[in-house]
Structure formats: C-alpha cells, structure tokens
C-alpha cells in the first residue's frame, strides 16, 4: 500500500493550478493507494457541485486533473474545519482508488465555530483493500501550547473516535515537530500510536517544513511536522519526504511524506 500525505497550501501558492497538476501527475505516476490532504480550500462564494464541494475546491479540481490524464478510480472525501483568510472555506480531504466502504467528520477541537481559525476538524475513511478494511484520518492539527486549543485536547478527542479494532492510519499536519521532545509528538506517540517513519527500513531525515512558514513565523531550522502514523505495528518498507526540490519540485510550503506499507 503506497500513501501520500501533503498539506497542499491551496490557493495560497504561486502558480497553483501547476502546481495541481504536477501533483496530479506524480500521483499518477507513483500510483499512491491512499493521498492525504489538508488546507484544501475552496472560495465561500463559488457555486456548489454536490454535497458541500464547490468548482473550485482544490481536491475536486485534482481529481478533474487526474481523469485527463486517464485515471478515473479515485475518489475522495472533503469536509472544510473553518473559514481562511476570511474568504475560503478550508479543509482536509482523502484521495483513494480504494472503495470507500464509510465516512464520516467530525471536530476535535473546543470550538465548532466555523468561522474560528483555529476551529479543526477530522476527516474519516474506511477503506477495503486487498479483502481487508483500513480506517483512515487526515488529521491538520493545532499547537502545543495553544491556550486556546491545545494540542492534547485535540489528541485525546481524537483518540476517543479511533476504532482500536481496525488498522487505522492517522496522517497529515500535526503541527509539533518530531524533533522536539516532551511536547506534541512524544505526547501521541505516547497514546499508542506507531510512527511509519521510526518503524520505515529505509528513510530519509523526514523534515517536512524549512524555515519560517504561515503558523511557524518565528521558525529557523528544519521541522518535522508531516506524520503518517498507525495503531499497529506493520511492515514499513520505506518512508520519504517528496516534493522537497530533492525528490520532486516544490509544490507548497509544506513537503509531503511517501510511505509504503507492505
């Protein structure tokens, strides 16, 4: 099982609709099983597709992209966390060839206030693949010491939704640095969560952020903010960051994360 996550930055990039289809293209071509987005957004005054997608919705677009160039067995689910830069409604999102067997969404923050910024919400997929169901979350979480919203809140509300009866992958943005120990990621960790990047035979040095970037402004070094993790021990055969300028171009202010799950 090939997955991808990547928080997509949308609409805030330079040159976006290449960028989309760029990543339409490597998706494709790596033939992921599972993509992960976050900050997928669409403009509040757009017109509505179906459901709550509208025609500009990032995620909708790439999936438009990726039937042009003939691959027509993905589909995904979107739901938007809160308003952005007072005119998108922004959001996280799951791409998967699989069929989706479930879905749901749901908050993991104090607030249900949709129009708060810091208002975070979970998206949820069951997937069958290979006879067997997986249970997906794309995750864009808040900040440790968030006052506000704090980090373990979050993580604690969202370990109450997880079925511990499934294999469950949790990925996107978690917004704690992996280098850092004794906040955000050694608290998750903690709950019983497996890193694909510690349990990966062959890997990278997993930074995903260089620098100062929007939420990260005071920021000067190399984080490691972009996880895929899972409720079991399995067989990780390599973990790698991609679109980092090393392993394909730049497409966010984020890199995203590859991992291959035997």
């Known amino acids: 099982m090939k997955i991808l996550t990547l928080n ?9 609709i290449d960028k989309l289809k760029y990543l339409a293209k490597i998706i494709k071509k790596n033939d992921y099983d599972i993509v992960g987005l976050q900050e997928v957004s669409q403009l509040i005054k757009s017109n509505i597709i179906f459901e709550n997608v509208k025609e500009d919705n990032l995620m909708f677009m790439l999936v438009e992209e990726l039937k042009n ?17 007072d005119i998108y409604e922004e959001g996280i999102g799951i791409l998967t060839k699989h069929k989706i067997k479930d ?3 749901f908050f993991i923050s104090n607030s249900t206030n949709l129009e708060f910024w810091k208002t975070r919400k979970i998206v949820n997929v069951d997937i069958e693949y290979k006879d067997k169901i997986y249970s997906v979350y794309s995750c864009h979480l808040g900040w440790w010491e968030d006052k506000e919203e704090p980090f373990k809140n979050q993580v604690d509300k969202l370990m109450k939704q997880i079925n511990k009866d499934k294999t469950s992958i949790i990925l996107g943005d978690f917004n704690n640095d992996a280098f850092m120990r004794n906040h955000g990621y050694d608290y998750i960790i903690s709950r019983e969560f497996y890193d694909t990047y510690t349990l990966a035979e062959v890997k990278d040095n997993g930074a995903t952020v260089k620098g100062n970037i929007a939420g990260w402004e005071e920021n000067s070094k190399d984080l490691r903010l972009d996880l895929i993790l899972v409720n079991e021990q399995l067989e990780v055969k390599y973990s790698r960051v991609i679109f980092n300028d090393k392993n394909k171009k730049i497409i966010s202010d984020h890199f995203g994360v590859e991992v291959q799950i035997d």
């Open 103 to 105: 879905f749901r969404s």
């Open 69 to 85: 160039l003939g691959c027509y067995e993905y589909d995904f689910k979107w739901d938007y966390s809160h308003i952005g830069y």
């Open 8 to 16: 997509c930055h949308s609409w805030q990039e330079e040159n976006q």
